[in-house]
């Protein structure tokens, strides 16, 4: 039996006489349901290729374009109203509702999926990838060639000596570890990653009393989790971890700087250049 909402698809689809699209021409209406995908169209596309972003991309907590999005209509995900924009490509991320992915794929529409990038490498491939997708290579390939450019800047110089160590800490205990990217902006700006020297793979449970024990540089929080006050978070609002955030370096990470790779990550890097100097002034070190 399909469901409500396949049922409803189905309909509008019949109404807008869905038409599987064509590769010969660049895609003309674009509609993208997911928040990264938001952000890498907008890079790339022409405006007038966007038909719809996901109601995320408007988002100045979650999304690095946040401003940008206002010029383009949004959506919510459901294959229903996504059928009447008569899409020729609809971009998705790998954990995009199942339903509405497999709906309008039996439909006939292009669906593309991204999962989420964990290196400067996956942004890299994301970025040319959706420039084939979005029929401008060119465009893609001089956005790659200008992250890379800014990337280097926002480093500097490298740094000198023994390095700080940091760790990427959210709520229920969780930490960044190796794979993940924010791993890979912590090595780019100088910083050892605590979780992935402990051995944690992706993003995994770091015990408040062993980050205690190992009593990093500095901790990183994410936006949300530094204004959150709730029971959900006894790791944030324990005693301990206070007294830790007391004397290592306590900093909040935009949400919007790592959720996506877009290149704000950049920012990212800059920031952690930033934290690393100023640890090395209050240690009397050159890093």
């Keep these: 039996m399909p469901t409500l909402a396949g049922a409803a698809a189905l309909f509008l689809a019949a109404l807008a006489g869905a038409v599987a699209p064509t590769a010969a021409e660049p895609p003309r209406r674009v509609v993208s349901t997911n928040l990264c995908t938001d952000q890498l169209a907008m890079m790339i596309a022409r405006p007038e290729q966007i038909a719809s972003l996901s109601r995320l991309a408007r988002n100045a907590e979650l999304s690095d374009m946040a401003e940008a999005a206002q010029a383009f209509p949004i959506n919510d995900g459901h294959a229903e109203e996504l059928v009447p924009l008569a899409p020729d490509l609809v971009l998705a991320g790998i954990y995009t509702a199942r339903s509405t992915v497999s709906i309008l794929r039996r439909l006939g529409y292009r669906v593309e999926e991204f999962a989420p990038p964990r290196s400067f490498a996956d942004i890299r491939t994301d970025i040319l990838r959706m420039g084939d997708l979005l029929g401008r290579p060119g465009r893609a390939a001089a956005l790659v060639a ?31 570890g190796r794979g993940t990217l924010a791993d890979d902006v912590l ?42 006050t709730t029971p959900a978070q006894p790791n944030h609002a324990h005693p301990v971890f206070e007294a830790l955030a007391g004397k290592a370096r306590l900093a909040v990470m935009p949400d919007r700087w790592s959720l996506c790779g877009s290149l704000g990550v950049i920012d990212a890097v800059r920031r952690m250049v930033d934290e690393r100097r100023r640890v090395a002034t209050s240690e009397g070190m050159v890093r």
């Design 146 to 176: 200008d992250f890379d450019a800014r990337l280097a800047a926002a480093r500097g110089p490298l740094a000198v000596g023994a390095l700080p160590v940091a760790v990427i800490y959210h709520v229920g205990n969780r930490a960044e």
């Design 187 to 228: 090595a780019m700006a100088g910083w050892r990653n605590l979780a992935t020297e402990l051995g944690i793979e992706n993003s995994g449970t770091l015990p408040l009393e062993l980050l205690v024990m190992k009593h990093p540089d500095a901790v990183l929080v994410g936006t949300a989790e530094a204004e959150w």
